[in-house]
């Protein structure tokens, strides 16, 4: 397993030639619709975070488990594991971390309550992006060094 808290590419040649290293916030984003997870990962990694893509929960858990991200977007109804499965998991196990939960649903299990934003599908691009800068106190990328 590679470590993870070291920049890559060409992220790491920059700091290894004196430049600054760009601290990406890595996030999960566990959605199971394929064009919808693709539109995700691809829109959010334009605006500086490290996306790792899960197509279910299962798969969700074990990533969120191995990268440590500073937050996680959960579809609410995924095969496998439900987002608001994973939620209640992630919240007993403490020391969470942010979750962000898109669903289509009108009605919200018990476990909604330990989110921390819940977004309404169709969710519009920006509006998940800026989420995400509000929670983790972001405008982009931020720059270390």
């Known amino acids: ?5 070291q920049p890559t590419g060409a992220f790491a ?16 984003v ?7 997870a693709d539109v995700l990962q691809t829109y959010l990694e334009a605006a500086g975070y490290e996306v790792h893509l899960a197509r279910d929960g299962v798969l969700a858990a074990t990533m969120i488990d191995a990268v ?3 937050l996680v977007v959960l579809d609410a109804n995924m095969p496998g594991l439900s987002g608001w499965t994973l939620l209640a998991r992630l919240k007993e196990r403490g020391a969470a971390p942010l979750v962000v939960m898109l669903t289509g649903d009108d009605d919200f299990p018990v476990e909604s309550a ?8 169709p969710a519009a691009l920006r509006r998940v992006a800026a989420v995400l800068a509000e929670l983790l106190g972001t405008e ?6």
Not at 114 to 121: E, F, G, H, N, P
């Open 140 to 145: 982009g990328p931020q720059i270390e060094g």
């Open 1 to 5: 397993m590679s470590d993870l808290s």
């Open 13 to 28: 040649a920059g700091a290894q030639e004196g430049m600054p290293a760009i601290v990406r916030p890595r996030i999960v």
């Open 114 to 121: 330990s989110a921390d934003v819940i977004l309404r599908k």
């Open 30 to 36: 566990a959605e199971d619709h394929a064009e919808m």
């Open 68 to 70: 440590q991200p500073a």
